[in-house]
């Protein structure tokens, strides 16, 4: 494994602890932020096998999944995921519309996300 490989491997496996903890503690709004930055960053450890340039500047799970060769090859549930996360990642930081996301997105569905998080980040993991 390249340093770079290490390097954004650590930081998913960091961003997973912090949504486990972020669940644990009721802060639901970021337990999808911190999923969707778990899945961005093992996309880039990813990115890095394929070529030692750096990761692109970007936070799209759709374009580092395309980017990667990998997003023809995930199974629909992950792209469903893809799609729950992106707007997690904004809505986390700007959240103009907070109470509306906290009311669609209960407990159960975070929770729900962060299990399909760590399945999808297995999976990359497994193609390292």
Known sequence: MTDKVKYWSDLSEYDYDTALAMMQTGRFLYVGFMCHQTIEKILKAYLNTLSNESAPFTHSLTNLAKKSTLYELLPDEFKDLIDILEP????ARYPTHKERLMKSLNKERYQSILEDTK???TWIIEKL
């Open 119 to 121: 399945k999808f980040k």
């Open 88 to 91: 997690l990642n904004i809505e």
